[in-house]
């Protein structure tokens, strides 16, 4: 094993994100919400509700920094979640909504906001797809080589890479055993798009692009017996988020 | 336009739009539905894969649950459907106290072949009074019973859930439940629930389980 190399690591703002997610494990105590989460924390409605009233799943959604932002209450859990806005016309293949630090900071902003005013929450989770654009496929899987502790020599020839770890820390939260699941996903990604004509008899296809792809999802324990305290909630996003940052910025440390 | 992803990798990605389109065929149907709803998609291709999704079951193309993950699973509407028939058809039977029923077998065999999923759906079908309230009881008191550990923390959470539930007749299920799962985490939750109880008979039932985990904690 060696250590992943900063050299050949580009800045954290090189980094464009695919989606980012709050999710929230209501506690058993919690009261399902009958009230709009959306206008609660934007100060008016949605632009758009749908309901699945058999199994009680909700979801309101709207613009938000260029993506679409939506919040799925399900009775165990509540999502928030910021994607492409697929109404949006694009002409690059990369789905992307922008630069990941600068939307993680307007999304962090607003998720502590209703994190001052949620129900009360057994887990919390930060999750994000992130995408780092790259001229070539080699050149993709050798920088991300460069965030992970292998040798990038022994994966020359190599193919349909996927890293997956979990790499556990004791919270800074002040929290007494409560530890915190820093899971990552690792894989080069490429795109294209394809146009269809109308009658789908025939189609385009744009020229292929390459990503680097890491999937986050940093999450509260599920081993921690208690509600988490809520006082404490917005302390504990920040936390995941900045755990999140310093992967990207980072790469797969213990 | 669709957005056309080849991943070069084996194993599957936990996006949702990605497990739509993996747990579905990729069969040109689906491709017109897509493009006629407009919504540009994502597509999952690996080229060394062997395994036909056309072929193999359904459950078997889920992607492998990772403990800590967080991601949403999407579930079937064809499960969603099975079990909330299943609590349908339930409505008129009589069930007496740890009997095996049709009803009991079912539940029993979709939660060990579905897990959280399976409890996801049932959860709504609970929490949301959507069933008879006798049904639901019932289901709440196999859920304590089922020696299956991948489904555990989520029973467990929906046993707790269901003390605050309306009905008292879903709170007895709830509390007969817990007192066999018989894990002290339900504690805080009973306390809670004795606080608010208004029916004296299940205050004290809900006293004696709480002696019960009190005394193993």
Known sequence: ???????????????????????????????????????????????????QPRTGVQQEDGSFEGGRLSVTVQPARVDWMLTVDNNQATNSPIPSIGQFVDLL???????????????P????????????????????????LAYLPFNPQNFENAQEFLYQINRPRSSTSGISNLQINRLSKWSVIKWKIINFSPNISSYSES?????????????????????????????????????GKEIVKEGDIP | ?????????????SLSKLDFRVNETWLPTTECELIKNQSPS??????????????????????????????KQDYSKELSEEIYSLFKASDEQNFED?????????????????????IEIITGIIIYER?????????????????????YRFRLWLLERSLSCSKARIRDGAILGLSSLNDPHAISYLKLAIEQEKCTELRKDMEQVLAQLESIS
């Open chain 2, 42 to 71: 994502i597509y999952q291709q690996v080229s060394s894969k062997t395994r036909d999704i056309r072929v193999e079951h359904k459950k078997a193309l889920r992607p492998e649950g990772v403990e800590s993950s967080t991601i």
């Open chain 2, 1 to 13: 336009m669709i957005h056309n992803m080849h991943k070069n990798c084996t194993a599957m990605t």
């Open chain 2, 131 to 151: 069933v008879n309230a006798e049904v639901a009881t019932e289901a709440l008191r196999w859920l304590g019973n089922i020696d299956h550990a991948p489904s």
């Open chain 1, 121 to 144: 929450l057994q887990r919390l989770a930060f999750g994000s797809i992130l995408l780092l654009p790259m001229d070539e496929e080699s050149s993709a899987r050798q920088q991300l």
């Open chain 1, 207 to 243: 020229l292929d692009s390459f990503t680097c792809c890491i999937e986050l999802d940093i999450n509260t324990s599920p081993d921690y017996q208690e509600d988490l305290p809520k006082e404490k909630l917005p302390q504990i996003f920040r936390e995941l988020v900045d755990l």
């Open chain 1, 1 to 51: 094993m060696i250590e992943p190399t900063a050299a050949n690591r580009p800045e954290l703002k090189a980094w464009i994100a695919n989606s980012l997610r709050m999710t929230a494990i209501l506690s058993p105590a919690a009261q399902l919400p009958k009230h709009s989460l959306w206008e609660e924390l934007f100060g008016q409605p949605p632009e758009n509700i749908t309901s």
């Open chain 1, 105 to 119: 900071n307007l999304f962090a902003d607003k998720m502590t906001r209703w994190l001052e005013m949620s129900p």
């Open chain 2, 98 to 118: 740890g009997m095996e029923t049709e009803f009991s077998k079912k539940l029993i065999c979709l939660i060990k072949e579905y897990a959280d999923e399976a």
